[in-house]
């Protein structure tokens, strides 16, 4: 059966993650996939997941099936954190990581409007516009960074997107836009979801990032926005990186609708089709930390040192660069949030950063800031301004 197949990649991150692991130099350095890493490489469990996980191997009785759409209690915890209280015409149900949740917006989305365009950022997570095609949807980019000025090309964006079609979905990131970092103010965050009212498209939130720009309530700021102006919004939730529970696939689909009940309806199928029940570990351990308040406490003040550090790291990488380079152009490092900035490399700058000097960045030229420590960076700083003086 199988001579017929071709060996497919998965996409750019994933193969980089391998590449990396399979370099034997010692002093190689990884600005690649996006994982929170303490200054000494690793990644920690957060105290408030330790916790939640002690609390829960003393009290819970049963690893017994809990349902097609997760438990309900997890639904209402994260909405609690998304919307401020939990909407009446909210449909909900757990994925297995912010993958999947996407995937079954996304699938839901091919039941409803099989016609329907989903526009994505140009510059995105790969994921979506791999997704989107896996599912055979058909997918239009639209502007978000200028790449030499490493800004948000505001006015393209809305020229882009003026061409929304009703019932289109329209790809958002919540906040710490993935790989650019260039989250959009709120006037354009209010002007985008004007476009999206005025002709009636639906914006598809993916929100993987709260808590790496601002509290995570502030970062749910656009969700809270879109779900009072909009008549429909989807929602992709994953706790991923804000928990740090990156390997027990927390994710959560949300729909805001008037047609809440069917919508629910679907997503249980669309469940049952691909896995039947959704993770349940790591949603317990969330919903505890979210309904506890010493938990939440120290949860959120683990995530504030993170993004202290983050901060750091973008200003010490920015002036190292200011002082090799003799030039401002990444100033701009230190007005962008998040784990992501995305350098204006072509991919053959990139290769000859990962083969000459070890550093792993993915192939567009994103750096995950999490990899530029007090130690890394005058390395990272001269090897950039060697490339990017055309010496590389
Ligand atoms: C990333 O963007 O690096 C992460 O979201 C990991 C992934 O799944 O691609």
Redesign the pocket.
């Known amino acids: 059966m199988f001579e017929t197949l071709t060996a497919r990649t998965t ?1 750019s ?2 193969t980089l ?1 391998q590449a990396f692991r399979d370099d034997p130099r010692d002093d190689k350095i990884d600005l ?4 929170w890493r303490e200054p000494d490489g690793t990644t920690p469990v957060f105290k408030a997941v330790k916790a939640a996980e002690q609390h829960l191997w003393r009290t819970q009785e049963t690893k017994a099936y809990v349902g097609m759409l997760g438990d309900s209690a997890f639904h209402t915890a994260v909405a609690q954190l998304l919307f401020g209280q939990a909407p009446q015409r909210m449909a909900a149900a757990a994925t297995v990581g ?2 999947s949740a996407v995937r079954q917006l996304l699938a839901l989305t091919r039941v409803a409007r099989p016609d329907a365009t989903i526009w994505i950022p140009r510059q995105t ?3 979506h516009w791999a997704l989107a095609q896996d599912l055979g949807l058909s997918a239009q980019p639209y502007a978000w960074l200028d790449r030499a000025a490493c800004v948000l090309d505001r006015d393209a964006v809305l020229r882009d997107l003026s061409g929304v079609q009703a019932g289109d979905v329209v790809i958002l990131h919540a906040c710490c836009h ?2 650019t970092g260039a989250d959009p103010d709120p006037d354009l965050q209010a002007a985008i979801l004007n476009v999206l009212q005025r002709n009636g498209a639906v914006p598809l939130i993916d929100a ?1 990032y709260l808590g790496f720009a601002d509290t995570p309530e502030a970062d749910a700021g656009w969700i809270r926005q879109a779900a009072a102006c909009l008549p429909e919004v989807l929602i992709a939730f ?1 706790g ?2 804000s928990f740090g529970l990156y390997r027990e696939r927390v994710g959560l689909a949300f729909v805001l609708s008037d047609h809440a009940g069917v919508v629910q309806s679907h997503l249980a199928v669309l469940n049952r089709m691909d896995f039947t029940f959704p993770p349940d570990h790591g949603a317990r351990v969330v919903t505890e930390i979210l309904n506890d308040a010493d938990l939440r406490r120290s949860w959120t003040e683990e995530l504030g040192s993170i993004r202290g550090t983050l901060r750091t790291s973008r200003q010490r990488l920015a002036q190292a660069l200011r002082a090799e380079l003799q030039s401002d152009l990444f100033d701009v490092l230190t007005d962008q949030v998040g784990m ?1 900035a995305l350098l204006p490399l072509d991919e053959t700058r990139v290769a000859h950063l990962r083969e000459v000097h070890g550093i792993y960045m ?1 192939g567009d030229g ?1 750096i ?1 800031l999490a990899g530029v420590t007090e130690e890394t960076c005058p390395r990272i700083a001269s090897a950039l301004a060697e490339v990017m003086r055309g010496r590389g």
């Not at 690649?32 to 994982?35: E, H, L, M, Q, T």
């Open positions: 996409d991150i994933l993650m690649g996939v996006g994982i912010g993958t997570w790969p994921n993935n790989p993987a994953s991923s990186k992501f993915v994103r995950n």
